[in-house]
């Protein structure tokens, strides 16, 4: 059974032609599914009584099933999705006054290694495929529309605005997938976003930054983490491949496409690792050609991460002292912790492939 998750709007007009049917009736079903949240075909009111028939036959609506549902204090709203073979992985919805950010994944596990990050720590499994990452759109606006009067609800309304790519998994070693599933999030008829408010965050695989801006581009944010290369190979390893430099060129190129007129970068802190005023000052230097905005992530702890938070007041500090050499640093928020649902705590289920855990624990 072909699940139509997997169809945008072009290949699912294909699917059905054989049938008979226009490429309008592709819209319409598109409408039902995503719009609608509609997974029942004989419930899709507008479409004939034989092609629902037919419909159900040889087609199903698959979506990630749900393992676990947390509401945080906060709002912040979390799932544990179960994608078969005792696999998990994590979404989270975070409301703010203006705007609602989803955050998915786009991997069971990651294959990178970063040292801080509880992903990276549990090994990997799998790609997700395009089904699977659309759908876990899919599933949390269903859910939060429940939470929010399904009944008063008008499809036009919107509950998700934003999505980040921030969850499990490095987007980028799983791009083709990744690039269908945020086709199908930009195209109206499916859920219609802005480019702008789609995010995909990487730790920087240059050759696919730089097809990205050929094939999609979204708004893109760069785990930095580190001002020098002799650190980041060391916390971020990806960097022996793709060192500093040549990743800060690839921003440069990058934003001539982008929606946004500036890169993220994305810096975790670590007390006393990345953390002085000297490497702030670093810092300032190697991003000085790149047109970019800071987001400063506390460290969010995971047993046996071997880390620990800078304090606020160095947070702070070294937050003034970017801004004092004229650039943009915000300091990130860090929501729903009560439910390990902020950044790095996604750590899902994931049935290693790699043999990390015994590594890790061997070492
Ligand atoms: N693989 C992608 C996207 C997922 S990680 C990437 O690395 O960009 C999303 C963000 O959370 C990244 O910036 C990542 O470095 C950060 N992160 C990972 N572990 C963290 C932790 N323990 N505390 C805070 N942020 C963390
Ligand atoms: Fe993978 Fe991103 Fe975690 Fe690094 S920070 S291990 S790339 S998920």
């Known amino acids: 059974m072909e699940n139509l998750l997997e169809f945008n709007l072009r290949e699912l ?9 226009k490429a309008y009736r592709a819209k319409q079903l598109l409408k039902w599914i995503y719009k609608v949240g ?13 092609f629902r028939q037919e419909l159900s036959e040889i087609a199903q609506i698959k979506t990630p099933q749900i393992h676990l549902d947390h509401l945080s204090s906060d709002g912040t709203r979390k799932w544990l999705l179960d994608v078969g073979a005792k696999n998990g992985i994590e979404a ?3 409301p703010e006054k203006d705007r609602g950010t989803l955050c998915i994944s786009s991997q069971v596990g990651c294959a990178l290694e970063c040292t801080f990050c509880s992903t990276g720590r549990q090994g990997f499994n799998r790609n997700l495929s395009s089904a699977e990452i659309i759908g876990q759109l899919w599933v949390a606006n269903n859910l939060l529309r429940e939470q929010q009067n399904y009944k008063s609800f008008k499809i036009e309304d919107r509950i998700i605005t934003n999505v980040v790519m921030m969850g499990m998994g490095e987007p980028l070693t799983n791009y083709k ?26 730790s920087g695989l240059i050759p696919a930054i730089d097809k990205l801006r ?76 790149v047109p970019c ?21 160095k947070i702070e ?8 050499a004229g650039l ?28 990390r855990t015994q590594r890790i624990h061997l070492a």
């Open 317 to 324: 500090s070294f937050q003034r002292l970017l801004m004092d």
């Open 177 to 202: 997938q990744v690039v269908h599933a945020l086709e199908m999030m930009l195209d109206d008829n499916v859920y219609g976003l802005s480019r702008r408010r789609v995010t995909l965050s990487t």
């Open 214 to 289: 050929e094939d999609c581009p979204v708004s893109l944010a760069i785990s930095l983490h580190a001002p020098n290369d002799a650190l980041r190979n060391e916390i971020v390893p990806i960097n022996k491949k793709y060192p500093l430099e040549a990743l800060m060129k690839s921003c440069i190129r990058y934003i001539d496409k982008a929606p946004r007129d500036f890169v993220t970068f994305e810096y975790v802190m670590l007390n006393d690792i990345n953390d002085s005023l000297e490497q702030a000052k670093q810092l300032v230097s190697l991003v000085k050609d």
């Open 13 to 21: 007009t294909k699917y059905i032609a054989p049938y008979g049917h």
């Open 92 to 94: 989270v919805f975070i």
């Open 293 to 313: 905005k800071f987001n400063l992530i506390p460290f969010n702890p995971f047993p046996n991460s071997g880390y620990t938070c800078s304090s606020r007041a």
């Open 38 to 50: 509609q997974k029942d075909f004989n419930l899709m009111t507008d479409l004939s009584k034989s």
């Open 328 to 355: 943009v640093a915000t300091i990130r928020k860090t929501r729903g912790d009560d439910i390990d649902a902020a950044c790095g705590q996604l750590a899902g289920q994931v049935q290693d492939k790699t043999k």
